[in-house]
């Protein structure tokens, strides 16, 4: 079956940095794009960013433009958050999830994800 597994949360004080990972199994990783979301208590899941299906495209909230990148490493079946300059507001239980790169654009980069992750914590200091 499908598994997203992220990993790389954890305690971090503001200003620093912290790194997602978020291995895939159970699927062809490469026609997928891939999503990180995130649901601080008390509100709704949000968007974070997303790739294309190469990489070749990224797209961010604008809460994170700026300080977080996404990647994707096609032949680990990775993909991956880069969190620089983090803030108090970025905490929140972060998530990856896969969208099926044949579904068709309506929602794309915010909707339509087929599969996601359990989590991974992220507590930002200040």
């Known amino acids: 079956q499908v598994q997203l597994v992220e990993s790389g949360g954890g305690l971090v004080q503001a200003g620093g940095s912290l790194r997602l990972s978020c291995a895939a199994s159970g699927l062809t990783f490469s026609s997928y794009a891939m999503g990180w979301f995130r649901q601080a208590p008390g509100n709704e899941r949000e968007f974070v960013a997303a790739?294309?299906?190469?990489?070749?495209?990224?797209y961010y909230a604008d809460s994170v433009k700026g300080r977080f990148t996404i990647s994707r490493d096609n032949a680990k079946k990775s993909v991956y958050l880069q969190m620089n300059r983090v803030k108090p507001e970025d905490t929140a239980v972060y998530y990856c999830?896969?969208?099926?790169?044949?579904?068709?654009?309506?929602?794309?980069?915010?909707?339509?994800?087929?599969?996601w992750g359990q989590g991974t914590q992220v507590t930002v200091s200040s």
């Open positions: 999830a896969a969208r099926l790169g044949l579904k068709a654009p309506r929602g794309w980069p915010q909707e339509g994800y087929d599969y």
């Open positions: 790739i294309s299906l190469t990489g070749g495209s990224t």
